[in-house]
């Protein structure tokens, strides 16, 4: 990061304070997360109902980014890193928007769940969400320290939770076959750990904007290799 | 290499060009001149007062047929290298190159033999206030030829045509040739200007911060041009303002305190620089 402030300091306050939007945005976009499964886990149907209403509330702070960013490239036509900051802040900003639609998305399931009998297997869940909630707050705290080197950590830690949701999702469909009264409740904790397996995807999204920003290096479906290659 | 030399003032280049047969645009060597090196600056140092250097160790290749944008805050130097180019430096008496030599189109251009004016009819400049001279619209574009001898009504007339519609003024003032070019707005005195450097086919056209003093239509009307220009001449262009150099140039050269401090094509320059001391400049920071 380039720490040497603009001569316009009305344009060190907007890319500050747009920075401070993604920030918060991801505060609650990882929040909902949170409650969502402890929802699930905890049995508790106020915490995804927490978690269906705020999404509401990330998707007016991507709204508002977007209008920031659009505002700054308008009024200080930025360079260089600058510009790129802009850029890949509004891509960030789409991200969580994911992060909280999946979040939504595992409140519903995670709703239906508890108004069911109980079963074991919803312990499965909790290794793929701290997992998941991890490779999240990683991101995002990569992105606000313009930390690329813990940002390429993010692939290897992505590719653990792909190993977890595969191995989730075995142990559910095995239970499907031993007990068929319960057939819908497995079926939703399958979706669920899916949507924890989609969020680690938009954290690397995250990750790899991180990049962008602080090396210029678009490593996107490529890997941190890219960034090898290019020295 | 064929063109190498061609600013040599022999019997065949002091003789008037064949004004239907462009030197830069109908030659089969042009082509090739494309991918040349047509600008090679090598380690130069310049002095006004032939002791201390306002330009030290400059190096610099500049490509035919693309735009090139110099870049800097004032009194960097970015002047004074592009007055080098055809030695208008040359004009004060103590100013001199303290080191390291230009090569144009192959021809080392402070070496003994070669001859200015011939020089400058390969590399014309355009300045930033627009100086059309005192005379009707089809002098100013005239000047030159008539200056190079050539006296066929005809063939000034089709000069003088061509270049107008070239600088994309044409249209414009053809119904008034004999008005004064001093009659026209900032932007068509620009563009006439403009014309009466293309019409002696030059290779090379230096601009000195052409749209300065221009409002912004006359302003993209001209940057317009540029790059219409770019597939016949190849132009070395000074200007403060960045989204210009952005907008019509290939390459950016980045001056600082008489130094080239980056040289990159304009995307990877303006999108991200190599050195710090470009990206605090380009995006307003202090430095
Ligand atoms: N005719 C001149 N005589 C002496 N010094 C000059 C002359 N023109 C420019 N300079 C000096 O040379 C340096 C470079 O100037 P110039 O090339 O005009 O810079 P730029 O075009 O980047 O603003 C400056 O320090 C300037 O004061
Ligand atoms: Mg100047």
């Given at each position: 990061m380039n720490e040497t402030p603009h001569i316009i300091r009305d344009f060190d306050s907007s890319l500050k304070g747009m920075k401070a939007s993604v920030l918060h945005m991801a505060a609650i976009a990882g929040g909902n997360l949170d409650n969502a499964v402890h929802g699930l886990l905890q049995r508790n149907e106020d915490l995804c109902n927490d978690a269906i209403a705020e999404d509401e509330e990330v998707n007016a702070y991507e709204r508002s980014i977007d209008k920031e960013g659009m505002e700054i490239l308008l009024r200080f036509n930025p360079?260089?890193?600058?510009?790129?900051?802009?850029?890949?802040?509004?891509?960030?900003?789409?991200?969580?928007?994911r992060i909280a639609d999946q979040s939504e998305n595992i409140a519903r399931r995670a709703r239906k769940i508890i108004k069911k009998n109980e079963v074991p297997e919803i312990?499965?869940?909790?290794?793929?969400?701290?997992l998941a909630a991890s490779l999240v707050a990683e991101a995002v705290r990569a992105f606000s320290d313009g930390n690329s080197q813990l940002a390429l950590t993010l692939f290897d830690k992505d590719q653990e939770l792909d190993r977890l949701h595969k191995k989730a999702?075995?142990?559910?469909?095995?239970?499907?076959?031993?007990?068929?009264?319960?057939?819908?409740?497995?079926?939703?904790?399958?979706?669920?750990?899916?949507?924890?397996?989609?969020?680690?995807d938009h954290a690397v999204?995250?990750?790899?904007?991180?990049?962008?920003?602080?090396?210029?290096?678009?490593?996107?479906?490529?890997?941190?290799?890219?960034?090898?290659e290019e020295e | 290499m064929s063109s190498s030399k061609v600013l040599m003032p022999t019997e065949e280049n002091i003789s008037p060009p064949a004004p239907e047969s462009s030197a830069v645009t109908s030659s089969h060597e042009s082509s090739q001149e494309e991918t040349e090196k047509v600008i090679k600056v090598n380690d130069l140092n310049f002095a006004y007062d032939g002791k201390k250097d306002v330009l030290r160790d400059i190096s610099l290749e500049i490509q035919g047929g693309e735009v090139t944008a110099f870049i800097g805050p004032s009194g960097c130097g970015k002047s004074t290298l592009l007055r080098c180019f055809n030695r208008m430096n040359d004009l004060i008496p103590t100013a001199s190159i303290t080191k390291g030599s230009i090569e144009i189109l192959g021809t080392d251009i402070y070496d003994q033999y070669v001859d200015e004016i011939e020089l400058r009819k390969h590399v014309g400049m355009v300045f930033q206030k627009y100086n059309p001279f005192p005379k009707s619209i089809y002098e100013n574009v005239a000047y030159?030829?008539?200056?190079?001898?050539?006296?066929?009504?005809?063939?000034?007339?089709?000069?003088?045509?061509?270049?107008?519609?070239?600088a994309g003024l044409w249209e414009e003032v053809k119904d008034r040739l004999d008005a004064s070019g001093l009659g026209l707005s900032g932007g068509q005195q620009q563009r006439l200007c403009i014309a009466r450097?293309?019409?002696?086919?030059?290779?090379?056209?230096l601009m000195d911060e052409p749209c300065s003093a221009l409002d912004p239509i006359s302003t993209a009307t001209v940057e317009d041009l540029?790059?219409?220009?770019?597939?016949?001449?190849?132009i070395v262009i000074v200007t403060h303002n960045m989204q210009q150099a952005t907008r019509v140039s290939d390459k950016t050269a980045f001056f600082y305190l008489g130094e080239l401090i980056e040289y990159d094509s304009t995307t990877r320059l303006f999108g991200s620089p190599a050195v710090k001391q470009t990206e605090d400049y380009i995006s307003g920071r202090f430095g």
């Open positions: 360079l260089a890193s600058d510009l790129r900051a802009v850029v890949a802040s509004m891509k960030v900003s789409t991200n969580l928007e312990q499965l869940i909790k290794p793929v969400h701290a999702i075995k142990d559910l469909t095995r239970a499907i076959e031993k007990d068929q009264e319960n057939l819908r409740t497995y079926l939703n904790l399958i979706f669920i750990v899916r949507c924890l397996e989609r969020i680690g999204n995250i990750g790899e904007d991180t990049v962008y920003i602080e090396e210029a290096a678009d490593i996107r479906h490529i890997g941190p290799a890219a960034l090898e | 030159g030829l008539r200056i190079q001898g050539i006296k066929d009504k005809a063939t000034l007339d089709q000069s003088v045509e061509e270049s107008l519609i070239g450097t293309i019409a002696v086919q030059p290779k090379i056209i540029i790059t219409q220009l770019k597939s016949k001449f190849t």
